[in-house]
């Protein structure tokens, strides 16, 4: 092991120290009794340990190609998040989708529950929930006088999801925690308590959100040019020219929406608009599935499928990750996300569907690429190969790296991969497959356009207020006219563009560096170039900002 790859582990175990809610998160043992220290102190001590880190990294030369890699990710990683913590960002921000709140409350999903140990850590983390979230109230209170405060309509947002947590007639996030354990011991009592005084500290959050934060916030939700392009840079690992991806992604849109229609005419007839090709997919008793455990079981087996069919033929999958499970989410807000496996595995990987309520019947045509994306050879591949590959990359390369652009878009590009193979040919699972792209194509535009409050090109292909600036409403009116997402899922996808800015663009924009990756490949390797050795040796580089991807693979 280099001197590299020693200061990267060695960075592993302090900060594990630092942020136990990080070290369960990626499945590091010893910490899942408390939470990282939430106040002004506990984020500084973690951005001295950055600081500390990027400075002894300056002093060490690399000694592989490995290492060379390995250092050029640490940099670029741990110099965006110094440069995030010192703008102020760090400390303040507060959206539906991120916050040192949702931290806390996620962190609960993944702790282990078998066994007296597992259930003690998990009511002393319980009990906590009002000392952790008091912490954050003093940081979020020594940020905004600071100057520094989420928008108001976040903030709101964020309080009414802090509402729907803790509704006494609906899914009570931390009693149903305890109530799914069945503990009626003594050990039992203290999970109660813990969920009581969980729901009590979030119910008291959420008022202080609304009337303490809210009314500091900022009134305008768009993030401007300079915060936004801080974002977008750690979000992708790259820089990229925010005024040229915000052209193409109409032209993609547009691209993406006229194979949608030559879809529909294949599954409706010639002339079909793809609404009526939608309309027919969605009343095909064969491509619904009725009940959440159906649907989660539906889930299961086609990820078994595609990790058995693509083992051995395209893919090298290691013994580790061919397992997954997938998980019906304790919330409901709509969204579907991944969580890795622990270091020892002990803990698979894991698919999670936020199912809203009152949903009971699922069209499997719109969910089919979702797996893809989601399990193999999308997220579940490229994190569980990173985790296992001990003997290439540090353990911070295998725990801790991760990058939006370099993930979402390597799961996206797996769609795409699955379409190339053969596994959409059905034109009911392709409509899906395209229309997942094209939303992601709509958050570039919407994404871009609405927190750089720029203009509408004046000769756009949908004719779509031409001239005119954008504003959420026009971004909720877009949205809704080329994205088929119901409403209540598709009015929380726009908060959370609005929220986490340069987040939403990663996907789409991460897919087209991939492929541009792949291309680059087949320039330098000619007769050569061999896709299944391309992508294991892309994945084994680990995850990495996409400017550091590009140089390792261009040095392969």
Request: net charge negative; hydrophobic share 40%.
């Amino acid at each position: 092991m280099g001197r590299i790859d020693e200061l990267a582990d060695r960075y592993v175990a302090e900060w594990a120290a630092l942020s136990p809610t990080g070290a369960t998160a990626v499945g590091i043992a010893g910490h899942d009794d408390t939470f990282d220290d939430l106040s002004p102190d506990g984020y500084a001590a973690r951005a001295e340990l950055a600081r500390r880190t990027l400075a002894a990294l300056d002093t060490i030369e690399p000694e592989t190609e490995a290492e060379r890699t390995a250092r050029e990710a640490m940099q670029e990683r741990l110099g965006l998040e110094l440069d995030l913590y010192v703008a102020g960002e760090t400390t303040s921000e507060v959206s539906v989708i991120t916050s040192g709140l949702h931290e806390i409350r996620m962190v609960l999903d993944l702790m282990p529950t078998d066994g007296e140990q597992a259930r003690a850590n998990l009511a002393a983390r319980l009990n906590l929930f009002p000392h952790a979230l008091e912490q954050y109230k003093t940081t979020l209170r020594e940020a905004a006088a600071a100057g520094r405060v989420s928008a108001r309509a976040q903030l709101i947002e964020v309080a009414k999801q802090c509402d729907v947590w803790v509704d006494p007639d609906g899914d009570n996030v931390f009693h149903g925690l305890v109530e799914r354990l069945g503990e009626e011991s003594t050990l039992g009592a203290g999970l109660r308590r813990g969920a009581a005084a969980a729901t009590a500290a979030t119910a008291e959050f959420g008022q202080f959100l609304r009337t303490e934060l809210a009314p500091r916030g900022r009134e305008k939700q768009a993030a401007g040019r300079e915060r936004y392009e801080l974002a977008s840079q750690y979000f992708l690992g790259a820089r990229i020219d925010l005024d040229e991806t915000y052209a193409w992604g109409f032209a993609e849109l547009a691209r993406l929406e006229a194979d949608m229609r030559t879809v529909a005419a294949q599954i409706v007839g010639p002339g079909a608009t793809v609404d009526e090709a939608v309309a027919a997919l969605d009343a095909d008793p064969a491509r619904t599935v009725r009940g959440r455990d159906a649907f989660r079981d539906w889930m299961q087996q086609l990820a078994d499928q595609a990790i058995t069919d693509l083992n051995g033929t395209h893919f090298d999958i290691p013994e580790q990750v061919r397992r997954i499970e997938c998980m019906i989410a304790p919330t409901s807000d709509g969204s579907i996300y991944y969580t890795g496996p622990s270091e020892d595995f002990a803990r698979p990987g894991r698919m999670w569907w936020a199912v809203p309520q009152g949903l009971t019947d699922f069209s499997t045509w719109r969910e089919v690429t979702t797996v893809y994306h989601e399990g193999v050879p999308g997220h579940h591949l490229q994190i569980g190969q990173t985790a296992v590959r001990a003997e290439l990359l540090n353990r911070w390369q295998r725990l801790l790296c991760w990058v939006s652009g370099h993930g979402e878009g390597w799961a996206l590009y797996a769609e795409r991969l699955m379409e190339e193979l053969g596994y959409l040919d059905d034109p009911g699972n392709r409509l899906g497959m395209l229309d997942g792209q094209a939303l992601r194509a709509a958050r570039v535009i919407v994404d871009i356009g609405m927190h750089l409050e720029l203009e509408i090109p004046k000769d756009n292909p949908f004719d779509f207020h031409p001239g005119a600036r954008w504003t959420p409403e026009l971004g909720w009116e877009f949205l809704r006219a080329h994205c088929r997402v119901p409403d209540e899922m598709l009015r929380f996808e726009l908060n959370r563009y609005l929220g986490w800015p340069g987040q939403a663009p990663s996907y789409k924009v991460g897919e087209r560096i991939w492929l541009q990756a792949r291309e680059d490949a087949k320039a330098r390797k000619g007769a050569d170039f061999d896709l299944r050795e391309f992508h294991r040796q892309a994945l084994d580089l680990g995850a990495l900002g996409l400017d550091p991807l590009r140089r390792a693979l261009a040095r392969l």
